[in-house]
């Protein structure tokens, strides 16, 4: 059983930068891709970014530039640097893992509880 657990969220004013953590149990962290998503209430789920087991980024247009993942596979921890902040970045950020058409479908049977970002204007 995976289990993720997220960190890193809080208010910030626009412009602003966080860095969000996830630490993962109960998978082979190093061989599996990583993703980020963000849940905005009302909204669907979204894929933010994504990192492979090779170091490989990819982003979504609304945070390319603004955003960094990384991972730490001996920490079993993904991160997500987030600068340039702006009010439509609230959400629940949420990590995920697994093969990479898994990571881009998210269609994961389950998820952490998710971290809270807040940007105020």
């Known amino acids: 059983q995976v289990q993720l657990v997220e960190s890193g969220g809080g208010l910030v004013q626009a412009g602003g930068s966080l860095r969000l953590s996830c630490v993962v149990s109960g998978s082979i962290f190093s061989i599996n891709a990583m993703g980020w998503y963000r849940q905005a209430p009302g909204k669907q789920r979204e894929l933010v970014a994504f990192?492979?087991?090779?170091?490989?980024?990819n982003y979504a247009d609304s945070v390319k530039g603004r955003f960094t993942i990384s991972r730490d596979n001996a920490k079993n921890t993904v991160y997500l640097q987030m600068n340039s902040l702006k009010p439509e970045d609230t959400a629940v950020y949420y990590c995920?893992?697994?093969?990479?058409?898994?990571?881009?479908?998210?269609?994961?049977?389950?998820w952490g509880q998710g971290t809270q970002v807040t940007v105020s204007s």
């Open positions: 995920n893992t697994g093969p990479v058409h898994t990571i881009i479908s998210g269609t994961f049977g389950s």
């Open positions: 990192i492979t087991s090779g170091g490989g980024t």
